[in-house]
Nanobody, 125 residues
């Protein structure tokens, strides 16, 4: 299983970025996918997730209304559209998936067994 995240970069406060995560090595339609982030000296935190099937979405309170997660099953890709970025959004962003993730535990990074390499997002003027 491989997850390839991309799209990070340097952006000014208030700006936007779109992250992409291409997943291979599994039946993409059968898996929930999450985005997490890790800032220096901090734990890896949940950002957003999208379920298989109908694509129900979940967000951390800190990004709700600013970030949008979506998936394109034909391209085995999950996107994270990030708008109104703030300096506190600066972190390495990871996409992840795993076997048997149920919706009640979708925010817990410990339940994800497969991780991408991360992409750096820096929000600074």
């Amino acid at each position: 299983v491989q997850l390839q995240a991309s799209g990070g970069g340097l952006v000014q406060p208030g700006g936007s970025l779109r992250l992409s995560c291409v997943v291979s090595g599994l039946t993409f339609n059968d898996y929930n996918i999450g985005w997490f982030r890790e800032a220096p000296a901090k734990e890896r935190d949940f950002v957003a997730a999208i379920t298989l099937g109908i694509g129900r979405t979940y967000y951390a309170d800190s990004v709700k209304g600013r970030f949008t997660i979506s998936r394109d099953n034909a391209k085995n890709t999950v996107y994270l559209q990030m708008n109104s970025l703030k300096p506190e959004d600066t972190a390495v962003y990871y996409c992840a998936t795993g076997d048997g993730i149920i919706q009640s535990s979708i925010r817990n990074p410990g339940n994800y067994g497969y991780w991408g390499q991360g992409t750096q997002v820096t929000v600074s003027s």
